[in-house]
């Protein structure tokens, strides 16, 4: 099958777009007001995008609290989620209205940042702290910008719990990282394999 994005006529029951682009890392973005109040929500746009500066990115579908936020303090920590608080996570994302502490809705702890002011998931195996570099509306083809704001950060810590350490390695197989699939499905990642990249003769 093959169909045009500019009538989106796929003849699915549901747009597969996002399905296609998995799977997507969870931005479990954590994040405070300039009032004080703590926020943790999950995002499925969301990745690496430079490692030197070492940059990631989460895009928020309009302007939600974690982006009131950073737009805020300019800081944020992107939270790793496992498969041991995937249901957590899960119970965090629900629409609250602002103020609202999502961490104390979702029986986590948070944790305040090192090097930024803002909170971070305790039970997280691993978390990024940033500071915020950008916060833009990208462009589609007609020059018109996205629903979507983008909120780039330099990563300046990195929290890890060492239970998952092995060898000197992330153990993913111990981390369960887990992804989003489309739709409401999600995977687990620890069904890892390994292949060296290939020599040019």
Partial sequence: ?????????????????????????????????????????????????????????FSSAGRKD???????????????????????????????????????????TAKPGKLVDAPYVGEAFAVLECRVTEVLKPKGLDGEP?????????????????TIIRNGRLDMALARPVARMGYMDYSEGSDVFEMIRPKAP
Avoid: C
């Fill in 66 to 108: 974690s982006v009131r936020n950073v737009e805020e303090t300019g800081v944020f920590t992107a939270n790793l989620v496992s498969r041991h608080i995937v249901e957590k996570m899960n119970h965090s994302s629900i629409a609250v209205p602002y103020g609202i502490n999502e961490f104390e809705l979702a029986g986590l």
């Fill in 1 to 57: 099958m093959f169909y045009t994005t500019d009538t989106n006529r796929h003849g699915l029951a549901h747009d597969p777009f996002k399905a296609i682009v998995a799977p997507r890392p969870i931005g479990w973005i954590g994040s405070k007001g300039r009032d004080g109040s703590l926020n943790l929500s999950p995002y499925s746009f969301f990745n690496a995008v430079s490692d030197r500066p070492k940059l990631v990115m």
């Fill in 146 to 162: 996205s629903e979507n704001i983008m909120v780039i950060g330099q990563v300046v810590g990195i929290h890890i719990d060492e």
